[in-house]
């Protein structure tokens, strides 16, 4: 009987809770940080620059720094599966391998930028 | 001796998924996922340009509040919430929880899970965002 793949196991497990991080928290920020400033229900002052960076506490940087790499992970997890069913299984290796530099990319790019933010 | 194993190698055509009304919403509900990915991507980039200074965050959040951004966050808005209820209804099928030994009616389960998504939105909106 062939082993359990426990990499593999990780991977979908991680992509579950990122599932459940991406479903409970994008709408909100999409509606509060883009749309609704956007249309003008709410001031374009609630995203600029200093509102930002006041609301950029310890906690919520850490709370951005999860969704944004769920999201990703997520996200990019599912895409590499529709480049499958859409024919391209034979690339399989150079997809993974892709799909999963994007993600470290990204998540090294949203630590670097959480720290790197500065304080109001 | 070995023999030569040979395996059969399924080849779907790259439009299978347009055959059938199920398996069309099953790619729109892919799709979703990657739109989530996508806003990841642009919320990533409004992040990065906190550290680079003023002028660099407001030219980006220019593009996002453009009429083009608007748009493109309405188009990504649609997929996300679409995703978000496929989700919760996807996790109440694969993980049912019961009560007293008897299942909870799916139905009740997932209009519970909204419920509390909407709680936990309006509580990002006023504790994180702090709008209101």
């Known amino acids: ?120 | 001796m070995d023999k030569e194993v040979r395996t059969y190698e399924y080849k779907p055509s790259k439009t299978w998924w347009l055959g059938n009304r199920r398996y069309a919403l099953y790619m729109v509900r892919e799709l979703s996922g990657f739109a989530v990915a996508l806003y990841g991507f642009i919320f990533l980039a409004q992040l990065f340009t906190l550290t680079q200074g003023p002028i660099a965050y407001e030219s980006l959040l220019r593009v996002l509040l453009s009429p083009a951004g608007i748009l493109l966050s309405a188009i990504l808005l649609v997929f996300a919430v679409f995703h978000s209820l496929t989700w919760f209804d996807l996790t109440a099928k694969v993980q049912p929880p019961s009560m007293r030994g008897k299942p909870v009616p799916r139905k009740l389960v997932v209009t519970g899970t909204i419920m509390i998504w909407l709680f936990i939105s309006y509580f990002v909106a006023v504790f994180i965002f702090r709008v209101g």
Do not use: C, Q
């Open chain 1, 1 to 120: 009987m062939a082993e359990p793949d426990k990499l593999e196991a990780v991977l979908w497990l991680t992509f579950t809770l990122g599932g459940f991080i991406a479903a409970l928290f994008i709408p909100v920020i999409i509606v509060i940080n883009n749309l609704a400033p956007g249309i003008g229900a709410l001031s374009s002052g609630t995203v600029s620059y200093d509102s930002m960076l006041g609301r950029l506490g310890p906690l919520a940087r850490i709370f951005f720094l999860i969704v944004v790499v769920a999201s990703i992970y997520h996200g990019m997890h599912r895409f590499k599966f529709i480049l499958f069913d859409i024919g391209l299984l034979r690339f399989k290796t150079p997809i993974y391998v892709l799909v999963y530099a994007i993600i470290v990319v990204s998540a090294l790019i949203a630590i670097y930028s959480l720290i790197l933010i500065p304080n109001p």
